[in-house]
Every structure is written in C-alpha cells, then in structure tokens.
C-alpha cells in the first residue's frame, strides 16, 4: 500500500503527477495535512512513503480533497464508470 501525505512540507509536485502516482498503486492512502498551525508530526511522516505540496500556498482541507477527487476521476476515467451506470 503506498501512503502519501499532501503537506505544505512536501516535494512540490503537480496534482497530476501525484495522483497518477497514487492511481499506479493498489489500495493507496492519502492523507491530507488540515492543521490551522503546525505540519504532520514527526511519527506521522515516517509512516508515509511520499509527501508532496500541491500548491505555492497553504489551502484548506476541503479544496486539496476535492482536486485530489476531480484529478483522480480525471486522471483514470473514473467518470466513464459513473456515467455508464
């Protein structure tokens, strides 16, 4: 399982590049940083194999997941699975 952490403190990369990364992977975990003040813990970090920013500046918890979901179905064609219901 890859886990991934999306923190102000990680390597900037753009949202595409990270969820295709997440996307190659079975049963990936993300976890989002959502701290008024201070990053992931120290304990937290060695848990996860990659950390990465999306964006030059902080944003709230709700938007990185959001553009984690919109990039994911983007990114896999998910949306194709939904439509064809």
Known sequence: TLKVGISMRGESRGIKDVVGLIASHDRPAVLVGGFPRGHFSKETISLLDKTFRIYSSGLDSWTVTSW???????VTGADEVVQNR
């Open 68 to 74: 984690l979901i919109f990039a994911y179905i983007d």
